[in-house]
């Protein structure tokens, strides 16, 4: 994924300072006595401009 939204160039570097947007999964599991669940939220984090 374009993590820095630079048109799509890959390499080697660390993207942990430049980056524009940030994938995120959020997870919850739970037991109870109907059975277990699980919810997943999936989306994308945008940084300011």
Do not use: H, K, Q
């Amino acid at each position: 994924m374009d993590l820095n939204l630079d048109n799509g160039v890959i390499d080697a570097f660390d993207r942990s300072a430049d980056y524009r947007v940030l994938p995120v999964v959020m997870r919850v599991r739970w037991s109870s006595l109907a059975g277990n669940g699980e919810v997943r939220i999936a989306t994308l984090l945008g940084a300011g401009s």
